[in-house]
Nanobody, 126 residues
């Protein structure tokens, strides 16, 4: 599986961005997909995850209500709609994929995912 993230950029506080992750491979619809982010000097952290069929989602407390994860299995893409962005959302955002059982503690671990995109930088100015 190869993942390609895109959509990052420089925005002002309160603005919105939509990140996309394009995946290769015919088994995309089987994979749990996640978004993580890494701010300068900090560890990579969980942002959101979506089940193979899109029927289940989970969010970090810091983004719940502002971010929405979605997927289109026909197009092999997963998206992250980010609204009401704040300076603390500034980070490199990574999409990740793996065959995971829907178990929240597992979904939130970086080590649970074997496949990662290259990251896309989101910078939010105040």
């Amino acid at each position: 599986v190869q993942l390609q993230a895109s959509g990052g950029g420089l925005v002002q506080a309160g603005d919105s961005l939509r990140l996309s992750c394009a995946a290769s491979g015919r088994t995309f619809s089987s994979w749990t997909m996640g978004w993580f982010r890494q701010a300068p000097g900090k560890e990579r952290e969980f942002v959101a995850a979506i089940s193979w069929d899109g029927g289940s989602t989970h969010y970090a407390d810091s983004v719940r209500g502002r971010f929405t994860i979605s997927r289109d299995n026909a197009k092999n893409t997963v998206n992250l709609q980010m609204n009401s962005l704040q300076p603390e959302d500034t980070a490199v955002y990574y999409c990740a994929a793996d065959l995971l059982r829907w178990y929240v503690p597992q979904l939130k671990r970086v080590s649970s995912y074997d496949y990662w995109g290259q990251g896309t930088l989101v910078t939010v100015s105040s």
